[in-house]
């Protein structure tokens, strides 16, 4: 049972503009979100997470916004990067557990 | 500090064989976790260790079995291996219950 979802497997964005991805999970005691970049021949890079006391985090370019009602998570990219390029998943844990659970990614192409 | 490192990177075996992949953490991590990524399953949980011992594990049959030694080395065994468990094994180490998980490069596994 697939608890974190990223029901887009890819997304192709100009060069400068708003990159937006999208995460849905299904376990209301999720408490800690993470988005991790993954570039082809290398393991998963941390982006940026969220915990669930808030609604929103930034860092630079990147912001994560968290809607607990709907269960939904984005990540923004603003502006894109041709370098942003690559496979990003979406991550979520709960605060007694020891796991967390990912999405199946989704693969974003930035064009120059 | 060095990042964690996996051995071997690729890795060709045949049904039935079996398999042990190592994974050295960052220095000072002390938990290990373990992932399947295969196309379009994104990353699947197999274990965590943390201090020798296996805390959590995921739903994966008896035939995927791992340790952690006491440097925090730790080493994971697929025995009678099966042509679906050709994946990308990926190796995460975090200090303690930390949040962000840091990722190895992973290592290839081809059965065939």
């Known amino acids: 049972d697939q608890q974190v979802k990223q029901n887009s497997p890819s997304l192709s964005v100009q060069e400068g503009r708003i990159s937006i991805l999208n995460c849905d999970y299904t376990?209301?005691?999720?408490?800690?979100f993470l988005w991790y970049k993954k570039y082809p021949a290398e393991g998963p890079t941390f982006l940026i997470s969220?915990?669930?006391?808030?609604d929103k985090n930034e860092d630079g370019r990147f912001t994560v916004f968290l809607n607990k009602s709907a269960k939904h998570l984005s990540l923004h990219i603003v502006p894109s990067q041709p370098g942003d390029s690559a496979v990003y998943f979406c991550?979520?844990?709960?605060?007694?557990?020891?796991?967390?659970?990912f999405g199946t990614g989704t693969s974003l192409t930035v064009i120059p | 500090k060095a990042g964690v490192t996996q051995t071997p990177r690729y890795l060709i075996k045949t049904r039935g064989q079996q398999v042990t992949l190592s994974c050295s953490p960052i220095?000072?991590?002390?938990?290990v976790s373990w992932y399947q990524q295969t196309p379009g399953q994104g990353l699947q949980f197999l274990f965590e260790?943390?201090?020798?011992?296996?805390?959590n594990k995921g739903n994966f049959p008896g035939r995927f079995s791992g340790r952690q030694f006491s440097n925090s080395r730790s080493e994971m065994n697929v025995s009678t291996l099966e042509l679906g468990d050709s994946a990308l094994y990926l190796c995460?180490?975090?200090?303690?219950?930390?949040?962000?998980?840091?990722f190895g490069p992973g290592t290839r596994l081809t059965v065939t």
């Open positions: 995460a180490s975090s200090f303690n219950r930390d949040r962000e998980q840091y």
């Open positions: 376990n209301s005691m999720f408490d800690y």
């Open positions: 969220i915990s669930s006391i808030k």
């Open positions: 991550a979520a844990s709960t605060n007694t557990g020891n796991q967390f659970y």
């Open positions: 220095s000072g991590h002390r938990s």
């Open positions: 260790y943390f201090s020798e011992t296996q805390r």
